[in-house]
């Protein structure tokens, strides 16, 4: 099981087109993927954009991707933002967000709870919200970064990209506590990863940060940390990627594949007084199966992610392809009916690692979706466009030294 499968894409350079397997040509596929761009970011500002360029400042360009319903921006979003940009080639993008975010969210002050991390919700005139940091955020801006500097070349200041990535890699596996006041109160803030279970925590913040939270496993980054990254982490992170693995299957139901939006380290639902739905599969628990399966694409390391998306999928088969909703109970029971776009296009990305054939079922429910418009349109209109990257052979690793 740790062994690289010779036909993943890391060892190959391939990337399977599951639109093409459904029968899309590649035309077609490079038109969704673009046209699924030029909405997210240049539609129509009221009902379907989410990135919004504001001016600019000494290091250039800036832009924010603004989740509509909340009114907010969030570390989530804006390191989404950089990966799909970084995927599709467009520097001017990755560049106005990544300096947005190091102009309002970053803190660099060293006496500050949060050093080192981004505040995972401010406002769109950059005023936080909230100053602790969501780890996925810190994630996906790290494997961006990389990405960037492996695509692009590095340049100077914050578009030194490898610097940036390696101090934001080091902050997450070794910083050390820091208590102080904060917007709202005193809090006790440490690392991102938990040295003992070498897992990431749902919060650095000492409160909160004895669980995690199934989504934020991403095993296929761990394992480009474990290469690229500083090297006195790297064994951390090839542990921490075999550590995830085991903990898919420990986190998600037997029966039906489904996962808690927040779970303890030993993969139990975990509950807690400021979200009584994180037993649940919900909004979060919906990425959980992209992780797994993009892993299983890039490395071929676990063939037990073969069995959990065909576990996945025969679920919401069952609750019927084109009905089923967007919250259950791990045992399978339906919570509410409202129907999601963004887990539509989550459940797509499963039949990278799928076996049955009802996978291809998944990813032509995908290719009939419309692009994401409306009040909810940032997290949905998100996961569609990484999901459409995956699904279309275009979420790829880029190598060091490499075109």
């Known amino acids: 099981m740790n062994h690289i499968d010779g036909s993943c894409a890391f060892a190959t350079g391939n ?41 600019r400042n000494a290091n250039g360009p800036l832009a924010y991707i603004w989740d509509v319903a909340n009114n907010d921006v969030r570390s989530e979003g804006m390191s989404y933002g950089m990966m799909i940009a970084v995927q599709l080639d467009k520097k001017t993008e990755f560049d106005a967000i990544w300096n947005w975010a190091k102009t309002y969210m970053y803190h660099d002050s060293a006496n500050h709870p949060a050093w ?15 100053e602790m940091p969501a780890p996925d955020g810190e994630e996906y801006f790290a494997m961006s970064l990389y990405f960037a500097a ?5 340049g100077q200041g914050i578009y030194n990209y490898k610097a940036e990535a ?38 650095p913040v000492i409160e909160i940060r004895d669980h995690t939270d199934p989504s934020y496993h991403l095993p296929a980054f761990y394992e480009l940390w474990a290469l690229w990254g500083p ?28 996962s808690p939006e927040y779970a303890n380290f030993d993969g139990s639902p975990w509950v807690g007084s400021h979200n009584s739905q994180a037993v649940h599969f919900s909004g979060d628990a919906w990425r959980t199966a992209m992780n797994w399966s993009v892993d299983w694409a890039w490395w071929g390391k676990d063939a037990r992610q073969r069995q959990l998306s065909d576990r996945l999928q025969a679920f919401f088969e069952s609750k019927g392809l084109s009905t ?16 999601s776009d963004g887990l539509v296009a989550a459940n797509a990305v499963a039949g990278l690692a799928a076996t049955n054939p009802r996978a291809k079922q998944f990813v032509e429910a995908l290719w009939n979706a419309s692009v994401p418009a409306g009040q909810y349109r940032y997290y949905d209109g998100m996961l569609y466009m990484l999901a459409t990257l995956h699904c279309g052979g275009e979420f790829r690793i880029w190598h060091p030294n490499k075109p």
């Open 15 to 55: 990337y399977r087109n599951l639109f093409v397997e459904i029968g899309r040509s590649q035309k077609e596929v490079t038109e969704k993927v673009n046209t699924a761009f030029q909405q997210l970011f240049y539609g129509d500002p009221c009902t379907q954009a989410i990135y919004y360029p504001v001016g």
């Open 116 to 130: 080192g991390y981004f505040s995972w919700s401010v406002r769109i005139d950059g005023t936080p919200i909230d």
């Open 150 to 154: 492996n695509r692009w070349g590095n």
């Open 166 to 203: 390696d101090r934001l890699l080091s902050d997450m596996k070794n910083r050390e506590i820091i208590t102080n006041q904060t917007i709202n109160g005193l809090r006790v803030v440490g690392n991102i990863f938990d040295d003992e279970h070498k897992m990431v925590r749902f919060s």
């Open 231 to 258: 090297q006195q982490d790297r064994q951390f992170w090839a542990q921490t990627a075999a550590v995830s693995r085991d903990f898919f299957l420990k986190t998600t139901h037997p029966v039906t594949g489904l």
């Open 324 to 339: 089923y909703g967007n919250q259950f109970t791990l045992d399978g029971n339906q919570l509410g009916s409202d129907r």
